[in-house]
């Protein structure tokens, strides 16, 4: 069963990476992943993880496609596709008004329409073409590359989570992404996937899907699960996170969360999360347990991608660490 690993969750010291990434290559990971919000920038990771590994791929998951022009994600992916031919993939999503609008204090619009008319302009950017781009969104005059285009061209990735995204990638996408989907929902969301890509004159084969899967190799199991609530439950009053799980068969769970939320019973609300959500969304055990859990998404269609989580405290880096190191 191929496995990917997300490092950033590890919250290691930048010099630790080059280090961590050697390691993930040796265990066998098929890709190491690196996302970005508030901590370290993911194109220098990607840059770090690529110059100190030979055949590990290297995936964003994800950036928010908002917070750059798609000119610089071009020249990064051209660059990172000189470094590491055929082994890097650009993963973009969309993000969120807190990390766009408040952060970065950029204009925010959840537009499935931004994403398509960003990966046009990266593709033609990275490719080496001159760029003229009239759009909603973007307006490019007269870029062109200024070193050769990368070959072979670097992979485009997208989060997708509800069916628009999704067909989007299946349309113009190499990869897909999933996260907070729980094996049930695999199958139909590549269904999404497969129509796009059939719009496109693509087969679903042509697609490469994977999924973030919250994983904790512990002894102790209840303090973690009860620290992985109190995460789904920050998403779970999310509207569009909250009719997700509703789609997947968490109709009352979330909506006990939500209502516990809105009448301020915060610790109420956690507990509204109930043991099946949690096996759906997570894998938490034994490594062997652990292992199982990840075989059911892989089952589902996509290739698992062990994201390392702990409940907090001085000792979740070190827990985090062991679960990276139980597998592949």
């Given amino acids: 069963m191929p496995v990917d ?10 010099t630790e990476f080059p280090a961590i990434a050697r390691e993930a290559e040796v265990r066998g990971y098929r890709t ?16 770090l993880i690529a110059a100190n590994t030979e055949t590990l791929g290297i995936a964003n998951g994800v950036i928010p496609v908002q917070t750059r022009t798609p000119i610089v994600y071009g020249q990064a992916a051209a660059t990172l596709g000189h470094l590491a031919p055929g082994r890097f993939a650009l993963g973009l999503g969309l993000s969120s008004e807190i990390i766009v609008g408040q952060w970065h204090g950029l204009p925010f619009a959840p537009s499935i329409q931004q994403m398509r008319e960003a990966v046009q302009i990266i593709r033609m950017a990275a490719a080496g073409e001159r760029v003229n781009f009239e759009g909603r969104f973007y307006r490019v005059k007269n870029f062109r590359l200024a070193i050769p285009a990368p070959s072979p061209a670097p992979r485009i990735c997208l989060g997708a989570l509800g069916p628009r995204m999704c067909e989007l990638a299946g349309e113009i996408a190499d990869a897909v992404l999933f996260t907070w989907m729980p094996p049930v929902a695999i199958a139909s969301s590549l269904g999404h996937v497969e129509t796009g890509a059939r719009r496109a004159g693509r087969k679903l084969a042509d697609i490469d899907a994977a999924v973030f899967v919250r994983t904790c190799v512990t002894d102790e ?51 509204a999360i109930s043991e099946r959500f949690l096996d759906g969304l997570g894998a938490v055990g034994t490594a062997d347990e652990c292992r199982e859990q990840l075989a059911a998404f ?28 139980s597998f592949p």
Wanted: charged fraction near 20%; glycine fraction near 8%; include cysteine.
């Fill in 5 to 14: 690993i997300a490092l950033t969750p590890l919250a290691m010291p930048i």
């Fill in 32 to 47: 190491a992943w690196a996302g970005e919000a508030s901590g370290a920038e993911a194109i220098v990771l990607s840059t």
């Fill in 221 to 271: 199991r209840a303090p973690v699960r009860e620290a992985l609530a109190r995460e789904i439950t920050g998403y779970a009053i999310v509207n569009a996170y909250a009719r997700f799980f509703a789609d997947c068969g968490f109709a009352e769970e979330t909506g006990a969360v939500n209502a516990a939320w809105k009448a301020g019973d915060r610790p109420g609300a956690v507990k």
């Fill in 298 to 325: 892989a089952r589902a269609g996509a290739t698992p991608v062990v994201f390392p989580f702990a409940a907090p405290g001085p000792a979740a880096r070190a827990s985090m660490l062991r679960t990276f190191r």
